[in-house]
């Protein structure tokens, strides 16, 4: 069991560029999620993976945001156009059915 | 949607000295969470606690699921206790998502 592990760890960009970000969870969780947590807040959920399957994305995740995770496994967070107000650490979490919910390190990301 | 509320927001603790935190919430949920996201922002899993009592260590959790709180008791504090503690609830709604709380801020001082 190696851990949640989120890459890259820090990501400097301009407005206006796209970024992805990848998470590979613990090998046997079948669920991920995102979370975003900016100065101060609690970690906020933008979308959850059960498996392959999206089943849930949150009401403030613009269009600019797309998660995917392919054939179950890692999973990628992909920000386009990027924003000011989109700098904020970018959480992964995994966990397997009703266990508990193991995060990574998170990727920080500054938009300039 | 569903209110957690943590308290105290902030507190700071004598090395050695008890604590208790507090978690509010405001409708019937799956489970819930208790982590620690240490100063350098990991965070750590640690409680998972629909209901009942849990101990680890010097760490001890509560839930009463019906009357909607949780409480996170700390004993013989450390410096190394020092971080934010978040609780983190899952809907009974069918939907797998965890909401977190704002936090309670500790800081233990040697």
């Known amino acids: 069991d190696t851990g949640v592990s989120q890459n890259p760890r820090h990501k400097i960009t301009k407005r206006g560029q796209n970024v992805t970000f990848r998470c590979d969870p613990i090998s046997e969780h079948n669920r991920l999620y995102w979370y975003r947590q900016t100065l101060g807040q609690g970690p906020e959920f933008l979308t959850y993976f059960q498996n392959e399957a999206q089943l849930e994305k949150s009401r403030l995740l613009s269009d600019r945001f797309s998660a995917e995770r392919p054939k179950g496994s890692f999973s990628t967070l992909e920000i386009q156009r990027t924003e000011q107000g989109d700098s904020a650490m970018y959480l992964c979490a995994s966990s397997y059915f009703n266990s508990p919910l193991h995060f990574g390190n998170g990727t920080r990301l500054t938009v300039t | 949607g569903i209110q957690v509320e943590q308290s105290p927001p902030d507190l700071i603790l004598q090395e050695g000295a008890n604590s208790t935190l507090r978690c509010n919430f405001s409708?019937?949920?799956?489970?819930l969470q208790w982590f620690h996201q240490n100063p350098w922002g990991q965070l750590i899993n640690l409680f998972y606690?629909?209901?009942g009592t849990k101990q680890n260590g010097r760490l001890s959790a509560t839930t009463v699921a019906t009357e909607r709180y949780s409480l996170l008791y700390i004993s013989s504090s450390q410096t190394t206790d020092s971080g934010v503690y978040f609780c983190a609830v899952e809907l009974k709604d069918s939907s797998y998502k965890l909401i977190f709380g704002s936090g309670t801020r500790l800081l233990v001082r040697p």
């Open positions: 606690i629909p209901s």
């Open positions: 409708d019937s949920v799956n489970n």
